[in-house]
């Protein structure tokens, strides 16, 4: 191929006059945003060349301050998680991407308060050792002994209530006795004869969050309805006052209505006479006690990053704040009738002497409901029926600092967690004991009438009525532990699958025991004194527990 000489002297000098106007043109000074403004280049071209020429719009040439792209500043956002650790000497890089995941649980509640289990009375009022055999002496709670007044006498007016015992062993040898003398009547009861749980329904809703490193937030309430238990002893026909009063032939049908049910003993003065401090109060027609607990409360927790990690298990922990309010009524109330009479004990077997020793006499007799029956009256002209009663009650609010650990095992199909938490909660308890009628309105002193200051007014509940409240303010200490689980079993129930609201839902179920000591309950905060200092309030604390099984939904989105 030829070439023209003339066209080649051409392109060589258009090319030498571009090269040299490139060469010509300085570089952008550094004050202007010069990405390499560290003077990484050889000089002279990092040298600056003078000022910049003018600029137009308002804003100065180059990168926006702060958006230099090297060495590590972008104007890209990163992934939510990227952590860099040392593993066994080795460094590993691990970066999460993800948003936020919200979800929200809606649960059914069954709980059960615990049942305090306290004595009714003063334990320690009226004791007696159980090792006499006086027919006019008998006991109530095996040493507490209910006694008459005047001791072994029957004055109109005085409701004496003796008891005969059952016959002796037969003849031909040393007769043995048919009864010991301490057989219980008038019964001194505990909470604990209250059988019935203190079970009931409640909700909870739980609402939070989890953020692509597993830390999150919570917040959750709950309540459970009022729960109550209760023991009545009576006998189911009732008494009828006016009908023993006006027709003498009921009287004695009306008189196997009563029975000598249970006592309330009481601290004092004393009253009866026997040389003991305190009193035994008889109840004979009816005795009831009543309990009703309510629980509700609410906290906010914060979960931390796993403190340990693996596949298929992680340990996070845990802090927060928790609100927590229990309501608690005790009630008591019972009858008597106020009349005197005489007991029959059932009768034991006598025990066989050298001879041919038979066996006691069976003159003994007890009641339809299973409690002894009186058989014999005192001469009194009309039945006086009293009715006692006292109510106790204690609302606690307490709110404090928690913190805790929980542990995950699973994945995404099958969840299992368990976690403990511990608090100190400020506990602001306001208390109360009123009723009327707890006295000794039965026995006069020796030599005194049924006005003597240490006695009480019988049926008068506006002379005894009787009120005590009070406030505190103390630090509980708080424990609670639960144990939950979750799946997606909707998806195998053909009707439920198919639901647009259980799409995306997953089903679960825990429990939950919730304990706090330190507290004040209803039966142990009461000082059984007699009239006319009455019951009050004492300073006596116990242990609360309550706990659920819980069933419900949880949607995450």
Request: include cysteine; glycine fraction near 12%; hydrophobic fraction near 35%.
């Amino acid at each position: 191929m030829r070439k023209r000489h003339w066209l080649t002297c051409l392109m060589s000098l258009w090319l030498s006059v571009a090269g040299g106007q490139a060469m010509a043109q300085p570089p952008l000074p550094n004050d202007v945003g010069n990405p390499d403004q560290t003077g990484m280049l050889p000089a002279p071209y990092s040298a600056n060349y003078g000022a910049y020429p003018q600029q137009y719009g308002g804003m100065p040439g180059g990168y926006p301050p702060g958006a230099n792209a090297w060495p590590n500043v972008s104007p890209y956002m990163g992934p939510p998680v990227d952590q860099l650790s040392n593993q066994g000497g080795l460094w590993f890089n691990r970066q999460i991407v993800g948003n936020r995941k919200f979800y929200f649980t809606a649960e059914g509640l069954i709980g059960h308060t615990s049942r305090p289990n306290n004595f009714v009375g003063d334990p320690q009022a009226n004791t007696f050792p159980p090792n006499l055999a006086d027919g006019n002496v008998t006991f109530v709670d095996q040493n507490q002994q209910f006694t008459e007044t005047p001791a072994g006498t029957s004055t109109v007016g005085t409701p004496d209530r003796e008891t005969t015992f059952g016959g002796s062993g037969g003849g031909g040898g040393n007769n043995g006795n048919a009864s010991s003398g301490d057989y219980p009547i008038f019964v001194g009861q505990s909470t604990g004869s209250m059988t019935d749980p203190l079970n009931a329904p409640g909700l909870r809703g739980t609402w939070g969050w989890w953020n692509p490193d597993q830390s999150g937030f919570q917040a959750s309430g709950f309540f459970l309805a009022p729960a109550s238990n209760a023991l009545f002893i009576g006998d189911p026909r009732g008494f009828d006052q006016n009908l023993y009063n006006t027709n003498p032939a009921a009287a004695i049908e009306l008189l196997n209505h009563l029975h000598a049910i249970a006592g309330l003993p009481l601290s004092g003065a004393d009253t009866d006479q026997n040389g003991l401090p305190g009193v035994v109060m008889p109840f004979d027609i009816y005795y009831r006690l009543q309990m009703q607990t309510q629980v509700y409360g609410a906290n906010l927790d914060w979960f931390g990053t796993p403190i340990l990690e693996r596949s298929a298990f992680m340990i996070r922990p845990m802090y927060g704040a928790r609100y927590l309010q229990t309501r608690e009524t005790f009630k008591f109330d019972g009858a008597d009738s106020g009349l005197g009479y005489t007991v029959n004990i059932p009768a034991q077997n006598g025990t066989n002497g050298n001879g041919n020793g038979g066996n006691g006499g069976n003159n003994g007799t007890s009641g339809s409901t299973g409690f002894l029956s009186p058989v014999t009256l005192e001469a009194l002209s009309t039945v006086n029926i009293m009715q006692s009663m006292l109510t106790s009650s204690v609302t606690s609010q307490m709110t404090g600092p928690e913190a805790g650990l929980r542990f995950d095992i699973g994945g995404e199909r099958l969840k299992v967690w368990t976690q403990s938490k511990f608090g100190l909660l400020v506990n602001y308890s306001s208390r109360n004991v009123s009723g009327y009628n707890i006295g000794d309105a039965y026995y006069p002193k020796v030599g005194a009438t049924v006005t003597d200051p240490t006695t009480m007014p019988r049926n008068a509940p506006n002379s005894t009525r009787f009120a005590h409240e009070d406030s505190t303010t103390q630090l509980s200490p708080m424990f609670e532990q639960g144990i939950f689980g979750k799946a997606n079993l909707f998806q195998f129930v053909p009707v439920l699958k198919k639901s647009a609201i259980l799409s995306n839902a997953e089903f679960q179920a825990g429990y939950t025991v919730i304990v706090v000591g330190n507290m004040y309950r209803p039966t142990n905060q009461i000082d059984w004194q007699a009239y006319p200092v009455n019951p009050r309030l004492n300073d006596q604390r116990s242990t609360f527990i309550t706990s659920n099984y819980s069933l419900g939904i949880q949607w995450q989105y």
